[in-house]
């Protein structure tokens, strides 16, 4: 168990709809990422997060957006989704950039678009 | 823009064998990590490497780094079926944080 919570595990949803991923850090990390795992594109990092405050951008779509909160939890949206969103999205978090330690990953949300 | 592939893509071997999964990168990093996925199941960290010449063992595995070469190795020996699993190696790009991942190689050992 890696420590990071990702809610819900699987998603099934339609296309031009929305939904919210959530992830819980593991405790003491300040950091989050979040990634998209799909067959055609791998593993691609889309947005990272530290103490509330956006820290780095990749691959990120104009309709999805994420944020971190207070609690140091985020929440990765998606909106207007079609077909090709359907992937496995994971979150991870560290203590803080720039440290020499791995990022430990949730156990993901698998999002499936109909 | 960082590029990190990895050699091969698919590995089939038989229990009791050795073998050497390769990653490469473009430019310059100063950290790697080799990730362990099993199907529809989390990344599980392995080795975090940190400077040329780094070297980790952790029971059959082996991870290598030459920073110069922009390469590193994961040795599997006498390998059993538990370690079937896709294992991905990710460098981190210098002065930003974000992960970039190989494409992965689907390790499958047969008994």
Request: glycine share 8%; hydrophobic share 35%.
């Amino acid at each position: 168990d890696s420590g990071v919570t990702q809610t819900p595990k699987h998603l099934i949803t339609a296309t031009g709809q929305r939904v919210t991923l959530r992830c819980s850090p593991r405790s003491g990390d300040l950091s989050v990422y979040w990634y998209q795992q799909s067959l055609d594109q791998g593993l691609q990092f889309l947005i990272q997060y530290y103490n509330g405050e956006e820290r780095a951008k990749g691959n990120i779509l104009e309709r999805f957006s994420a944020q971190q909160f207070p609690d140091l939890h985020s929440e990765l949206n998606l909106s207007s989704l079609e077909l090709g969103d359907s992937a496995l999205y994971f979150c991870a978090s560290s203590v803080a950039p720039g440290v020499n330690q791995p990022q430990h990953f949730g156990d993901g949300t698998r999002l499936s678009i109909l | 823009e960082l590029k990190v592939e990895q050699n091969p893509l698919f590995l089939s071997m038989q229990e009791g064998k050795n073998y050497t999964i390769y990653c490469n990168y473009s430019t310059t990093s100063d950290r790697l990590y080799w990730y362990r996925q099993d199907p529809g199941k989390s990344l599980e960290s392995l080795f975090v490497l940190l400077s040329n010449g780094a070297v980790k063992q952790e029971g059959r595995l082996m991870a290598s780094l030459d920073t110069k070469a922009r390469l590193s190795t994961l040795h599997i020996t006498a390998a059993v079926h538990d370690l079937s699993a896709t294992y991905f190696c990710a460098v981190i790009i210098q002065g930003a944080q974000k992960l970039v991942f190989g494409q992965g190689t689907r390790l499958t050992i047969n008994p």
